[in-house]
């Protein structure tokens, strides 16, 4: 039965049959005396590592997917002139609405590509759609499986194959945002080249502060408080180094 579960589960059966096998583990573990212990044992190990495996297709589709929407997005921000400025109002709207709408931002430089990269880091979007397409529209697509699944994964991080798991998922995200924020983030420093030195160094810290924090917000949205601490905990040195 849990191999057949296991062959094709929906997302949302993914944690709750992982809980499962976990008390079959346990049970097995605690009861020794019963004929055939260690080979169940052992079976239900290896539908564990299968259904571990399947949870981090699941994060990486996901991720992929949400990425994609971006790309789509700024594909047809790009395109759409005036009516890509009058999607960034409601999306500027609705981030307010949902907390990423705080830091106010400028124009950047980001293109779709194929197979997930950008493909042209010089592009220009129209003035407002930063925080609408890289960050709003990405939450939208990526939270509604991602948010559940990432806690349930960090409550079980105290075993060692959950931690290695939740390292996985941050690494598979981490990948994904830089593939999507970097050529944008380059554009946007490029852009303040012409300036003096002074407003050169106040231009670009000031951008990499906002993207840092629009980042910590995304990141805690989807990952939780303590991810985002470590996170921050992480940039606190170089970020008082640019100060």
Do not use: W
Not at 39 to 47: G, T
């Amino acid at each position: 039965q849990f191999a057949a579960a296991a062959a094709a589960p929906d997302d949302a059966d993914l944690m709750p049959l992982l809980h499962k096998i976990d008390e079959c583990i346990a049970y097995v573990a605690a009861n020794p005396q019963y004929a055939d212990a260690v080979a169940y044992a052992s079976k239900f190990r290896q539908l564990q590592a299968r259904t571990i495996g399947l949870v981090r297709g699941c994060v990486q589709t996901v991720l992929r997917n949400a990425a994609q929407a971006v790309h789509a997005a700024v594909a047809e921000a790009l395109a759409g002139g005036g009516a890509a400025q009058q999607g960034a109002a409601d999306a500027a709207a609705a981030a307010a609405g949902q907390g990423l709408a705080g830091t106010r931002t400028g124009s950047g430089g980001l293109a779709p590509a194929r197979s997930g990269s950008l493909r042209s880091a010089g592009a220009v979007l129209p003035e407002g759609l930063e925080v609408s397409l890289l960050y709003v529209r990405f939450r939208a697509a990526a939270e509604p499986v991602l948010k559940g699944l990432l806690a349930e994964v960090e409550s079980k991080a105290a075993r060692p194959e959950y931690a290695r798991l939740l390292q996985d998922c941050r690494q598979l995200y981490r990948g994904v945002r830089q593939q999507l924020v970097e050529p944008h983030l380059t554009a946007k420093l490029n852009s303040f080249t012409a300036q003096p030195l002074p407003g050169l160094v106040r231009a670009g810290t000031e951008q990499l502060l906002r993207t840092s924090q629009l980042e910590g917000q995304l990141l805690e949205q989807l990952f939780g408080t303590a991810a985002a601490a470590a996170a921050a905990a992480a940039a606190a040195g170089p970020a008082r180094h640019m100060a």
